[in-house]
Each structure stands twice: as structure tokens, then as C-alpha cells.
């Protein structure tokens, strides 16, 4: 995601062009090193949280492996549920957590070499067969971790809210009504989710 993204959504909407004109280019950059099974334990740690209580859960739960920066998927299948459990990971994220750890032992959860083989369409199949991950969740994958730059997460709350800020609607878009505006967008549809959540920031800020 890059200049080249912002000036041909500029270009294809001009509605969107005031927030793009406003935010300025897109700022997303993949992080180095981290694996798609990472990436999913984290990203369930922060479902139904907000980000600083997930990072406290998160924090206790990597305190039990002293000295690792992560634990292994190894590390969490030997790791007791009570544990895990009294560190602040509800018994759904429990197990969760597990089921990633052992698809990815299995090599339904591929290595990051292999996950850049597949499509986005593949990924999303492959990884919502695990516990506790939908497509929400992939999705948000694909964009921050993997840096794919045309997914549309439509079910997303803060796209769906952008979008109504944007242009000016009642109510939130229904997702399939996102999808289909959303196909003017292609191939910078990550780009525009990213700019329909700045738009709620730039709405929260002068609602301050």
C-alpha cells in the first residue's frame, strides 16, 4: 500500500478523495518475522477487547515462557488450559489458542513462505477451519500482516462506519451494498478500508 494507491482511489472516488487529501498517503508496513500463527494468536487475544486490555491479557500469558519473545506452537499445546486460563485468555480463547497451535504443527496454519504462495480466496479458506478464527480475523491478516493490498473487510464495524461518514448515510452499510460500491476500489481495496477507519478518526476528533 503506497502512493500509488491513494491517487488512483483520488481518482475513482472523488468522496474519498476528501479524506485521502486530508490523511495523506496510506501508512501500513507489514512487521518483519512475524509468522501467521503468531499473527492469529495475537489477533485473538484482542477479540471483543479493547487493545490495551488484550495487551495486558497478552503480556501475562507470554510471562509464562520466560525467555522466549513467543511461545512455540509446541510451547502452547504442552501449556496446561488453566494456566493459560488464569493468565486472563477466557476458555474460548483457550481454546483457540490451542487449535492454532496444533493446525499449525499440522500445517493447516501455513509458514509464512507458504502462506505467500496462496491467494487471498485460499488463505481465508484454509485459515477460518480453525477454532475461533473468521473471516474478520484473516482479513485483518491479509491486510497488516501480509500487507495484501485488496481486501475489503465489509462486516468490519469501522470500515462500515467510515463508509456512512463518508457519504453521508442514516444508517451503516450493509456489507454486501459495501462490496459491491467497493469494486471501483480494485486493486487498492486494503487502501480504502484504511481510509474509511481514518475518516472515524478524523470524526472522533472533532467530536472531541
Request: charged letters at 25%; a positive charge; hydrophobic letters at 45%.
Amino acid at each position: 500500500m503506497n502512493r500509488k494507491a491513494s491517487l488512483h482511489l483520488s481518482k475513482v472516488d472523488k468522496k474519498l478523495a476528501r479524506v485521502i487529501r486530508k490523511v495523506g498517503p496510506v501508512h501500513v508496513t507489514p512487521p518483519k518475522g512475524v509468522t501467521p500463527y503468531r499473527s492469529l494468536v495475537e489477533a485473538v487475544a484482542h477479540q471483543q477487547l479493547t487493545g490495551k486490555a488484550a495487551r495486558t491479557i497478552l503480556g501475562r500469558v507470554l510471562a509464562l515462557f520466560p525467555g522466549k519473545k513467543f511461545p512455540s506452537p509446541v510451547d502452547l499445546v504442552k501449556t496446561p488450559n488453566r494456566k493459560l486460563r488464569a493468565a486472563g485468555f477466557s476458555w474460548a480463547k483457550v481454546a483457540a489458542v490451542k487449535d492454532i497451535a496444533a493446525k499449525t504443527l499440522e500445517g493447516v496454519v501455513p509458514t509464512s513462505r507458504a502462506m505467500a504462495k496462496l491467494s487471498d480466496a485460499e488463505i481465508i479458506e484454509r485459515l477460518t477451519s480453525v477454532r475461533g478464527v473468521g473471516p474478520w480475523t484473516v482479513e485483518m491478516l491479509l491486510i497488516f500482516t501480509l500487507g495484501r493490498p485488496d481486501v475489503l473487510p465489509a462486516t468490519d464495524y469501522g470500515v462500515r462506519k467510515g463508509f456512512a461518514l463518508v457519504y453521508r448515510l442514516k444508517e451503516l452499510p450493509a456489507p454486501k451494498v459495501l462490496l459491491a460500491y467497493g469494486e471501483r476500489w480494485k486493486p487498492h481495496r486494503s487502501a480504502a478500508a484504511w481510509y474509511l477507519w481514518r475518516a472515524c478518526d478524523l470524526q472522533a476528533t472533532i467530536e472531541k
